[in-house]
């Protein structure tokens, strides 16, 4: 399987409005809950009005757009890095996954991939 690595560093918020947020930039991932409104988006695109942050994460792509009835993809790379001691944030959009990590673990979880078997470009 392949993977891609992205390019800019990420930040993950929480907001008090969607209003607050700019869907014109990429890449940009909003959940919004009764609870709350989380936003993932570039270190550098990340609103003036946030009610909690945390910068310095890196982020994979699984290449392609994967089928729905297939199982295991995300288990399987979040497997790897459990056990290599490396925690994760998951995003799934509807054509792929993207597994977050923090940057100083970042070329570890690189290499993790890459020695169980997944290509890993960029």
Known sequence: MEIEKLKES???????????????????????????ISLVCSTQNVPLNTVAREDGWGGFKISGVLDFSLVGILAGISSILADGKIGIFAIS??????????????????????????????
């Open 10 to 36: 990420l930040s993950v918020c929480k907001v008090a409005s969607v209003k607050d947020i700019s869907l014109d930039v990429e890449p940009c991932f909003v959940g919004i809950t009764n609870e709350e």
């Open 93 to 122: 959009t509807y054509n792929t996954d993207y597994i977050l990590v923090k940057k100083e673990n970042f070329s570890r979880a690189e290499e993790l991939l890459k020695n169980n078997g997944y290509t890993v470009k960029g």
